[in-house]
């Protein structure tokens, strides 16, 4: 079985975000950008299904490609993906903001050319907190999806899936070739070893233009304007339980 | 213009969160619809048909439509949209599950969990776990949305739209359900609760977290809710989690316990009537935002706060 995984570069969650002062967007110079956490979930699954482990028996996946659209620096993320276990990655090189739909169509493209059995995406990235682009990708192909994945049993042609849902849980099965998309308890990453990092130096890396696929990478929505968002101003101390109560009634709440 | 808002519902009833998603269909101006997709939802759709403000439901029944799938919502909306200028669906998982493929059917860019309706195209929502916030503008001819509801009043009721039957999508589809695990609680429903009381990794461990949040959320009617540090150290369920990967709340009196406030907890949260915080930590980012902050011990504090609302008639 063939596992594809779109992995998308972000500034590293560990950052604090900062408004340029003219509103016109997020300031991203000169910080770290990493793999957005949850495609590493995704790159992280992929292995296991491929070496074994987390439920799945090795050899479940037989390759596990990496795919990456953003500008030269991407192919940083790929190798990441690669140093987790990945085999090989692909970059679509585009430049500026692509939004979830374009993205969706490229992979489309991508997945047309690659004919994988099973596409691994995170729930969402970081940075624009979309939380589209596996289910477009899933659209446009007319394949079943399983979004919000907290556990992956692969049984032959079909996936079990858990789905972490408002109010609980909710299992599903869905038909290969499908979409899943990773929530945050579905594995904990591994720390890529260094002799990993070194291999991944090695795995090669195929690069592709929007324009390859057909597709046009205009953005469809305009921001007008980036904005802090609004403070809350900090209240007050109170000293005792006594007081807070007060405080309570006063406000109306109790 | 027409806007066709998507219930979230249970069949039996509609949550609180379809009248408030209304509201900002309104503020976008022209006609509001709302899509009824379940399975012998009679009873919602005839709740859906009282909400202030709504032209008429559209209700589809059937049982490719009782657990609400994506593969079939989208099978239903999609050709709906030729009577529509826009689609509205709540930021719930469900919402977020099924507008996607809406919006790549349509061809068209969605705008994802709008906090703020500034007329009928252009819309503000939250980026970088709410450390930014964008305002946009949608030209395109369809536009798909998820509204994140606690960001909107509900609208009022009393209304009596009319009911219009559609055909529910006939299947077969390449995803089906197995089963569900919902956690069954008595308490109000977190997403929507007046009153929360969550706990952070200072509890220390489920017991404690339990013993020490569910009297307290009793005595206030309050739902239970946690930070993703209390989530992912095992002390409470992953639908406890508020933040920015879990529940955003917005409830009137929200108390925070032993919880330091990381920035993803604060993005589910902040926008709460009124804040308390209780840590022992007198440094944690929580106090630069809770209304009240009480420098505490959470094991004294509590019992302390239950006997003085007690003693305050509560």
Redesign the interface.
Known sequence: MKVLVPVKRVLDYNLKVRVKPDGSGVDLSNLKMSINPFCEIAVEEAVRMKEGGGGHAAGAATEVIAVSIGPDQAQETIRNALAIGADRGILVKAEGEIEPLAVAKILKGVIEAEKPDLVILGKQAIDDDANQTGQMLAALLGWPQATFASKIVLQGAKATVTREVDGGLQTIDVELPAIITTDLRLNEPRYASLPNIMKAKKKPIDVKAPADFGVDTTPRLKVVNTAEPGKRAGGVKVKTAGELVGKLKEAGVI | MAVLVVAEHDNASVKDATSKVVSAAKAMGGDVDVLVAGSNAGAAAAAAAKIEGVRKVLHADGATLA?Q???AL?ALIVPLMANYDAVLFAA???G??????????L???????VIGVEGAD?FVR???????????????PKKVLTVQPTAFKAAGEGASAAIETVAAPSGP???????????KSDRP?L?SAK?VVSGGRALGSSEEFNRVLEPLADK?GAAVGAS?AAV?AGYAP??YQVG??G?VVAP??YVAVGISGAIQHLAGM?DS????AINKDEEAPI??????????DYKT?VP??M???T??G?
């Open positions: 657990k799938m994506a593969e989208e719930s998982t469900t977020k599950n099924a507008a996607p493929r809406v919006a790549a059917k061809d068209v860019m969605q705008v994802s969990g252009t939250p980026i970088y776990a709410g450390n930014a916030i964008v305002t946009v503008k949608d030209e395109q589809f390449k995803a089906a359900f197995v089963s569900e695990e919902m956690a429903e997403a009153r206030l993703r992912d992953n639908d920015q990967t529940k009137e009196l902040k009537k009124v804040i308390v106090f630069q935002i809770a209304d009240y902050g009480l420098v505490a504090a302390e706060l006997d003085e609302l003693k305050a509560v």
